[in-house]
């Protein structure tokens, strides 16, 4: 039996669920879409009028947001209607790693998911496709199937695996121009129905359907290696420090051997996000589950190197401003976990503060779109000291200018564009001296500030 879509919902109005529901309603202007979410402030944020207060911030959203909202495009907190009116039914919610009890600090949270999954059971009167696009551990389909099929009810589920390859940043072009669309099911009907989806605008030649556990071990596989070119070229950029190789160059050099290629060879403070650390830290949990042991040992060594590369950009820090920064003003500049984005989930910065606050420096941040408060409750998160010393310690400025104003050290988190365009003479002027920069992306150019007269360090030079 074909299946019809007319009416889809998505359950969880996220980094994922937000941008991906906005460009599938702006292409299929004929599905009704309604995005749900438990959080009553994101979904006002979702309907606001004003384009600019909509709660992630990604370039082009708020142009298609602007073109589907109010026509195919809805944003609710009646989650229960919505799945009741659904056809086909995206679970879009956050997996975070657990922090309590077994498989903390390694395994998914699959709360959200397994809440979801009773949701629709409870509520489906009618036959539903349900579509997992949350980064999942392999076989979370299995739960999901087994909660929605002993429900007693007769309500027929398809699951399906849908995983997300968007970057955050580049999340609207990724969607519209995707490398691949990966869907993984058992159901043939209900994988043609997702399949006529993005065949909308998307090559057919580049939607790929597998079984269930293909799906969802590729979405794994392709974070891990990803995070592993990072963590490649970022211990090579240690190397490059004591030796005198410029870690740009050797990453030039190598990617232009096709085989090797020439993305992901950014040497960084280390990589962020709210995927990569997650989806190797399932890889490891699963490996060492089945007793893989030297599998799951060589997925964690990427982590291990992130872990270090933040350390010892602190520590280098530390080091070069005569061995103490107690006292110190440094400011910070970037915070989110990458450019374009306003997500901090994971930043490299909030690492590098932390180990800066410890040694009792006094942090001044500035990022373009990351708000004052989320700076104090990613610190805060971390635990590492009473609130009341984290606000003491560290500040928010919302001009970069301020930020720096009598720093003894720049500290450059996140690739920012707006950071290469600042005037750095004026810069240099208001700090003290000597008046250090640590680029952690190197972003900006040794040459120019040198002849300013900053002393600057960069990442793998
Ligand atoms: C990633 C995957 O790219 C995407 O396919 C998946 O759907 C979700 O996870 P995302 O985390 O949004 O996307 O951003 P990505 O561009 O992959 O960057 C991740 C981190 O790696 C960032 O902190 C980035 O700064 C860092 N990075 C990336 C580097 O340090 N060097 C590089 O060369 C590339
Ligand atoms: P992601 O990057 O995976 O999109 P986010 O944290 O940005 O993660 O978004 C996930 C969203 O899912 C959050 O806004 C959260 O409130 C929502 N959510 C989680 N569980 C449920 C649920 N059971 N019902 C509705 N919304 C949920």
């Known amino acids: 039996m074909a ?54 911030y990604e370039p082009g959203l708020s ?50 998911i397994e809440l979801c999954a009773r949701q629709i059971a409870d509520v489906a009167t009618s036959d539903k496709i349900v579509v997992e696009k949350s980064t999942l551990p392999v076989r979370t389909a299995a739960a999901l199937k087994s909660i929605l099929h002993n429900t007693g009810s007769s309500v027929n589920f398809h699951i399906l695996s849908n995983p997300e390859f968007l970057a955050e940043g580049t999340a609207i072009q990724d969607l519209l121009n995707p490398d691949r669309v990966l869907i993984g099911g058992e159901n043939k009907e209900a994988i043609q129905a997702l399949v006529d989806i993005y065949a909308g605008w998307v090559d057919k030649d580049r939607i790929l359907t597998t079984n269930l556990w293909s799906s969802e071990l590729s979405k794994l596989t392709a974070n891990a290696f990803l995070a592993q070119r990072v963590s490649s070229i970022n211990s090579i950029s240690e190397l490059c420090e004591k030796t005198g190789a410029d870690v740009q160059e050797v990453a030039k050099a190598i990617g232009m051997d096709t085989r090797i290629g020439s993305k992901f060879l950014k040497a960084s403070v280390g990589f962020g996000g709210s995927c990569f650390q997650k989806d190797i830290l399932n890889l490891v949990y699963i490996a060492r589950s089945y007793n893989l042991q030297e599998v799951a040992d060589y997925w964690e060594q990427v982590i291990l190197m992130n872990n270090h590369q933040k350390q010892r950009f602190a520590d280098n820090i530390i080091q070069t401003l005569f061995n103490t920064v107690n006292g110190k003003k440094i400011a910070i500049l970037g915070w989110a976990f990458k450019k374009d984005t306003n997500d901090t989930r994971e930043s490299a910065a909030i690492y590098v503060a932390d180990h800066l606050l410890n040694e009792q420096a006094d942090i001044h941040v500035y990022d373009p779109k990351v708000p004052a408060e989320k700076v104090f409750v990613d610190l805060e998160y971390l635990n590492s000291r009473p609130d009341a010393e984290t606000r003491r310690l560290a500040s928010v400025s919302e001009d970069p200018y301020e930020a720096c104003k009598d720093a003894h050290a720049i500290a450059i988190l996140t690739e920012w564009d707006e950071f290469k365009t600042y005037d750095w003479a004026r810069i240099k002027r208001n700090m003290k001296s000597p008046s250090f920069i640590f680029d952690g992306r190197k972003l900006l150019d040794r040459a120019q500030l040198e002849e300013l007269g900053f002393v600057y360090y960069a990442i793998g030079e």
């Open 3 to 56: 299946f019809t879509i007319k009416k889809i919902c998505c359950i969880g109005a996220g980094y994922v669920g937000g941008p991906t529901m906005s460009v599938i309603a702006q292409q299929c202007p004929d599905i009704q879409i309604t995005l749900v979410d438990m959080n009553t402030e994101r979904i006002a944020a979702w309907n606001n009028p004003d384009l600019d207060q909509l709660p992630i």
């Open 63 to 112: 142009d298609i947001v602007a073109e589907a909202r109010g026509r195919n495009l809805f944003f609710s907190t009646d989650v229960e209607k919505a799945i009741e009116e659904a056809d086909m039914i995206f679970i879009s919610v956050n997996t975070p790693t657990k922090n309590y009890g077994k498989g903390k600090g390694m395994a998914a949270d699959l709360k959200y």
